[in-house]
């Protein structure tokens, strides 16, 4: 046995009051002669020996009463077989993931614990010890420095906890205790786990542990947010476009601002899963960084609602066409599509620059700043070059030669030790149709009709050992032949229509792309420079650029770092906050690093763990849990019904007669097990948990509460009601709310036979449709369960005058986050309303921020239908509280006239 306030122990002397307030009356009786008293000494006798008893219970049950209720308040505790140590040793881990800032209240889920756990480590005693450990996905503090304190000293320590950008792994922090503990020691030691308690957070089996607790936060919290962002491909410099990846089961509004001041905003639809939603950005210039932040409307765990980028366009490769005819870019000869294939290149179908120029004997190429060469009819190189395009195929650079409509076999000559084919003379073409390529790129040509495709004359081509044959003839002919060990193709026909209809066939874009990727490589991709916070920033200049020797380094929170150059690189150890880095250099390069918190840990996904391997305790309530659980049963419920019990026996001794029938009455109503009263006339939200997401909107009934107080005169209870159809408190609601956006599990008969009792003995059943479709999943489980319970009655839509637009706020329509048709149906029994089906969100129009902004927005939009929507959940709380009360006649003339006045 032990006490929480033991030092109430002191009162304990006060029990002897009574005792002592008996001795004090007691007096000495004084002897009188009088005549023979036998008998009367005899009855004295006997009547004294009974009174004296009946004083001695008395003072003994006064005495008790008072011993008893200092014990209560006292705070006596029954320590069980696992209590029984004189000292505590706890572990607390304290859980620092992103995740912990989900608002609760008002107050981040973090906040709320360190502020119980202060709680807790006042009732601690001082020979107590506790182990702090904070940890995320990896673990907070030094190994070497972890060791016992005292509650007091670890209540000193609290203010340096903060919630980080890290994910969460509990079988670190739990590994790191085994580590530190032998075998022998870990039952003796007491370990509370202070966290969401999330799925994600096992990333790892982790052992139960018989005294290891955990906190239960209910249901799943909603949370949407975005899980990355990229450029959308093809890249187009005019019409860049991101994509960003987001998760919002409601819709809401999309933001994407760049450093330059630019913003893109619109509205997206809700769903489920990962959803694509792009978003295009204005104009930039070739060389400009694209980067900024794309943002949803915050909610209650606002860190993930942003996501910061950073890309860097790709360089459009370069490509120098030589011809020798000026023909070449006239049609019907192949210069003319090719030139206009790639002046449209800004569509995205080639990510090409390419330069045309006519060959003469006195040119000047300056291969260097191409990466690639088209060789159109190569007999008129001379030998320096011919010389030179060898040495720029030698630098890895690409090269395409292309016959002329009359090249002879000769012309290819010079260049004959670089190509992958040998040219022979040309040939008659064959029938119609090209055999597609075999290789990646073959996906571009599967829709495509080769069967039209007619190559009416081209050169025999002759493989060598080192070319790959990329097109053939209909008799296997080989059309473009391309080196494996180097960047050179050699095509056996001219794009000109005299050779083919290529030219003006849509399989000219895949032909391109082909050859393009073989001379070119891969089509370059815009760079990312993304991180995630801790991650070290790091930058190198390249030898062809100049290094400056300093740069500055702007972090997301204004500081400013100067950083030096050394060995042409520049290196920050670490980031620590979520944002644009942007590394300025002294010649006004600048680039920026886009930090985000890691998405990859699924650290957004709150939904709890449905079989944690701890003890779980309640989140608003669990410290007295804990110390439950810890310390033992409390006593005080016993004691206090002893002292009821000794009370009642007092007031039996020392009335007389029928007096003591009240007493023993009110003794008689002690004994039942205690039921819990009601909450006398005050309106209790009540809310159903049925389905996996019974709580979309876990504060709305708050804001609810206060409106109708505001308003009207209804009494309200603070505290909502959620319990099930077979909790026998469900026939103490004049309504229920039943929220969700997917379907419940099937009613069983005999919760059937409970909803159809409750909606027949008077209930009133909503039924709010949060996810957004009309004709899904809930709606088809509403419709289902419905005429299980009703067979003969169905769900109507709610027309003009009916009692639920009149109840308080005089209405025309049904309103809510969006807008459907029929957005709001009922079901009607014995004359008034028993079920309201509501698919135009009506909850949502309540839900809030922490600082008072909406969620979600409204669809299609404006203030008006915001509030419209909140006078609506008034008007069918006080149907449901009143009836068809403004139905009555009486309020008719007034009623008219309002709605021919046009109010809303």
């Given at each position: 046995?032990?006490?929480?306030?033991?030092?109430?122990?002191?009162?304990?002397?006060?029990?002897?009051?009574?005792?002592?307030?008996?001795?004090?009356?007691?007096?000495?009786g004084?002897?009188?002669?009088?005549?023979?008293?036998?008998l009367?000494?005899?009855?004295?006798?006997q009547?004294?020996?009974?009174?004296?008893?009946?004083?001695?219970?008395?003072?003994?049950?006064?005495?008790?009463?008072?011993?008893l209720?200092?014990?209560s308040?006292?705070?006596?505790?029954?320590?069980?077989?696992?209590?029984?140590?004189?000292?505590?040793?706890?572990?607390v881990?304290?859980?620092?993931?992103?995740?912990?800032?989900y608002?609760?209240?008002?107050?981040?889920r973090?906040?709320?614990?360190?502020n119980?756990?202060?709680?807790?480590?006042?009732?601690?005693?001082?020979?107590?010890?506790?182990?702090?450990l904070?940890?995320?996905d990896?673990?907070?503090?030094?190994?070497?420095n972890?060791?016992?304190?005292?509650?007091n000293?670890t209540?000193?320590n609290l203010?340096?906890?903060?919630?980080?950008?890290?994910?969460?792994?509990?079988?670190?922090?739990l590994?790191a205790?085994?580590?530190?503990?032998?075998?022998?020691d870990?039952?003796?030691?007491?370990?509370?786990?202070?966290?969401d308690?999330?799925k994600?957070?096992?990333?790892?089996?982790?052992?139960?542990?018989?005294?290891?607790?955990?906190?239960?936060?209910?249901?799943r919290?909603h949370?949407?947010?975005?899980h990355?962002?990229k450029?959308?491909?093809?890249?187009?410099?005019?019409?860049?476009?991101?994509?960003?990846?987001?998760?919002n089961?409601?819709?809401?509004?999309?933001?994407?601002?760049?450093?330059?001041?630019?913003?893109?905003?619109?509205p997206?639809q809700?769903?489920?899963g990962?959803?694509?939603?792009?978003?295009?950005?204005?104009?930039?210039n070739?060389?400009?960084?694209?980067?900024?932040?794309?943002?949803l409307?915050?909610?209650?765990l606002?860190v993930?609602?942003?996501?910061?980028?950073?890309?860097?366009?790709?360089h459009?490769?370069s490509?120098?066409?030589?011809y020798?005819a000026p023909?070449?870019?006239?049609?019907?000869?192949?210069?003319?599509?090719?030139?206009?294939?790639?002046d449209?290149s800004?569509r995205g179908?080639?990510?090409?620059?390419?330069t045309?120029?006519e060959?003469?004997?006195?040119a000047?190429?300056?291969?260097?700043?191409y990466?690639?060469?088209i060789?159109?009819h190569?007999?008129?190189?001379?030998?320096r070059?011919?010389?030179?395009?060898k040495?720029?195929v030698?630098?890895?650079?690409?090269?395409?030669?292309?016959p002329?409509?009359?090249?002879?076999?000769?012309?290819?000559?010079?260049?004959?030790?670089?190509?992958?084919s040998?040219v022979?003379?040309?040939?008659?073409g064959?029938?119609s149709?090209?055999?597609?390529p075999?290789s990646?790129?073959?996906?571009?040509?599967?829709d495509?009709?080769?069967?039209?495709?007619?190559?009416?004359?081209?050169?025999?081509l002759?493989?060598?050992?080192?070319?790959?044959v990329f097109?053939k003839s209909?008799?296997?002919?080989?059309?473009l032949?391309c080196?494996h060990?180097?960047r050179?193709?050699?095509?056996?026909?001219?794009?000109?229509?005299?050779?083919?209809?290529?030219?003006?066939?849509?399989?000219l874009i895949?032909?391109?792309?082909?050859?393009?990727?073989k001379?070119?490589?891969p089509?370059?991709?815009?760079?990312?420079?993304?991180?995630t916070?801790?991650?070290p920033?790091?930058?190198?200049?390249?030898?062809?650029?100049?290094?400056?020797e300093n740069?500055?380094l702007?972090?997301?929170?204004?500081?400013?770092?100067?950083?030096?150059?050394?060995?042409?690189s520049?290196f920050?150890?670490a980031t620590t906050?979520?944002?644009?880095?942007?590394?300025?250099?002294?010649?006004h390069?600048?680039?920026?690093y886009?930090?985000?918190?890691?998405?990859?840990?699924?650290?957004?996904?709150?939904?709890?763990?449905?079989?944690?391997?701890w003890r779980s305790?309640?989140?608003?309530?669990?410290v007295?849990?804990?110390?439950?659980?810890?310390?033992?049963?409390?006593?005080?419920?016993?004691?206090?019904f002893?002292?009821l019990?000794?009370?009642?026996?007092?007031?039996f001794?020392?009335?007389?007669?029928?007096?003591?029938?009240?007493?023993?009455?009110?003794?008689?109503?002690a004994?039942?097990?205690?039921v819990k009263a009601?909450?006398?006339d005050?309106?209790?939200?009540?809310?159903l948990?049925?389905?996996?997401n019974?709580?979309?909107?876990?504060?709305?009934?708050?804001?609810?509460?206060?409106f109708?107080?505001?308003l009207?005169?209804?009494?309200?209870?603070?505290?909502?009601?959620?319990?099930?159809?077979?909790?026998?408190?469900?026939?103490l609601?004049p309504?229920?709310?039943?929220?969700?956006?997917?379907?419940?599990?099937?009613?069983?008969?005999?919760?059937?036979?409970?909803?159809s009792?409750?909606i027949?003995?008077?209930g009133?059943?909503w039924?709010?449709n949060?996810?957004?479709?009309?004709?899904?999943?809930f709606?088809?489980?509403?419709?289902?369960t419905?005429k299980?319970?009703?067979?003969?009655?169905?769900?109507?839509?709610?027309?003009?005058?009916?009692?639920?637009?009149?109840?308080?706020?005089?209405?025309?329509?049904?309103?809510?986050?969006?807008?459907e048709?029929?957005?709001l149906?009922?079901l009607?029994?014995?004359?008034?309303?028993?079920?309201?089906y509501?698919?135009?969100?009506?909850?949502?129009?309540?839900?809030?921020?922490?600082?008072g902004?909406?969620?979600?927005?409204?669809?299609?939009?404006?203030?008006?239908?915001?509030?419209?929507?909140?006078?609506?959940?008034?008007?069918?709380?006080?149907?449901?509280?009143?009836?068809d009360?403004?139905?009555?006649?009486?309020?008719?003339?007034?009623?008219?006239?309002k709605?021919?006045?046009?109010?809303?």
């Open positions: 046995m032990g006490f929480l306030s033991p030092f109430i122990l002191w009162a304990l002397p006060a029990a002897l009051i009574p005792w002592l307030a008996n001795l004090w009356i007691r007096r000495q004084r002897k009188i002669e009088f005549s023979s008293l036998y009367i000494r005899k009855i004295q006798s009547t004294l020996s009974s009174s004296n008893l009946k004083n001695s219970l008395l003072t003994f049950l006064r005495c008790a009463i008072i011993f209720l200092v014990l308040y006292a705070g006596p505790i029954r320590y069980g077989s696992a209590t029984k140590e004189t000292r505590i040793d706890l572990a881990l304290v859980d620092e993931s992103y995740s912990m800032g608002l609760e209240g008002g107050k981040t973090f906040s709320w614990l360190m119980s756990l202060s709680d807790l480590l006042k009732q601690m005693k001082p020979q107590d010890r506790v182990l702090l904070p940890f995320s990896h673990i907070g503090a030094p190994m070497k972890l060791a016992w304190e005292t509650p000293a209540l000193k203010p340096s906890l903060r919630v980080g950008y890290g994910g969460t792994d509990f079988s670190l922090p590994k205790l085994r580590a530190l503990w032998p075998d022998s870990v039952e003796k030691h007491v370990v509370l786990v202070l966290s308690g999330a994600h957070g096992f990333r790892a089996p982790v052992e139960k542990l018989n005294r290891t607790f955990g906190i239960d936060w209910g249901p919290s949370n949407d947010y975005i990355s962002v450029i959308s491909e093809p890249f187009d410099a005019k019409r860049p476009a991101l994509t960003v990846f987001t998760h089961r409601k819709p809401t509004s999309l933001a994407v601002s760049t450093f330059s001041g630019q913003k893109v905003e619109r997206i809700g769903g489920d990962i959803r694509e939603n792009t978003l295009l950005l204005p104009k930039i070739s060389d400009a960084l694209i980067a900024g932040k794309a943002s409307r915050e909610d209650s606002p993930d609602d942003s996501f910061f980028f950073s890309f860097a366009p790709p459009p490769g490509i120098l066409c030589l020798s023909s070449f870019l006239e049609p019907p000869h192949g210069g003319y599509f090719l030139k206009k294939i790639l449209n800004a179908l080639l990510p090409y620059q390419i045309f120029r060959a003469g004997p006195d000047m190429w300056n291969l260097s700043s990466q690639a060469v060789l159109s190569p007999g008129f190189l001379s030998q070059e011919a010389q030179e395009l040495e720029f030698g630098q890895g650079k690409g090269l395409w030669v292309i002329g409509e009359t090249s002879p076999s000769r012309d290819f000559d010079s260049l004959k030790s670089i190509l992958p040998g022979g003379p040309v040939v008659r064959e029938s149709g090209l055999k597609s075999a990646k790129s073959a996906k571009d040509w599967q495509l009709d080769l069967s039209q495709i007619q190559i009416t004359r081209y050169h025999l002759e493989n060598k050992k080192n070319g790959d097109l209909p008799q296997g002919y080989p059309l032949i080196a060990n180097s050179v193709c050699v095509s056996a026909f001219s794009l000109g229509i005299e050779d083919s209809n290529l030219a003006v066939h849509p399989a895949a032909f391109l792309r082909l050859v393009f990727e001379i070119m490589g089509v370059q991709k815009p760079k990312s420079y993304q991180l916070v801790g991650d920033i790091v930058k190198k200049w390249d030898k062809n650029s100049a290094a400056p740069v500055l702007k972090t997301p929170n204004g500081k400013k770092i100067k950083l030096h150059v050394q060995n042409r520049v920050f150890p906050l979520p944002g644009l880095y942007e590394l300025d250099a002294v010649n390069e600048r680039f920026f886009a930090v985000n918190a890691n998405r990859n840990l699924n650290e957004s996904d709150l939904t709890p763990k449905k079989d944690p391997p305790l309640d989140a608003h309530s669990w007295g849990e804990f110390m439950k659980n810890l310390k033992g049963q409390n006593e005080r419920s016993a004691i206090l002893l002292v019990a000794f009370f009642c026996a007092e007031m001794l020392s009335s007389k007669g029928k007096k003591i029938f009240p007493f023993l009455f009110l003794f008689l109503l004994l039942p097990p205690r009601l909450d006398s005050a309106f209790i939200w009540t809310q948990k049925m389905g996996p019974w709580d979309p909107y876990p504060n709305a009934y708050r804001y609810i509460l206060s109708v107080s505001q009207t005169s209804v009494p309200v209870s603070p505290e909502r009601r959620a319990i099930t159809l077979e909790d026998p408190e469900l026939f609601s309504m229920v709310i039943l929220a969700g956006e997917e379907s419940p599990e099937n009613l069983t008969p005999q919760e059937i036979r409970i909803l009792d409750y027949r003995a008077g009133i059943l039924i709010e949060d996810s957004g479709v009309a004709g899904g999943g709606e088809n489980w509403t419709q289902k419905l299980a319970a009703f067979p003969q009655l169905s769900l109507r839509p709610v027309e003009l005058g009916n009692i639920l637009f009149k109840t308080f706020f005089l209405m025309k329509e049904a309103s809510g986050l969006r807008i048709n029929p957005g149906e009922t009607d029994y014995n004359g008034r309303i028993a079920v309201i509501d698919r135009d969100d009506l909850l949502g129009v309540w839900e809030e921020d922490a600082l902004r909406p969620l979600y927005p409204v669809i299609p939009g404006g203030g008006l239908q915001r509030e419209l929507g909140k006078r609506l959940t008034l008007n069918i709380i006080l149907y449901a509280l009143t009836g009360y403004k139905a009555d006649a009486v309020h008719q003339p007034y009623l008219i006239e709605m021919r006045s046009g109010i809303p």
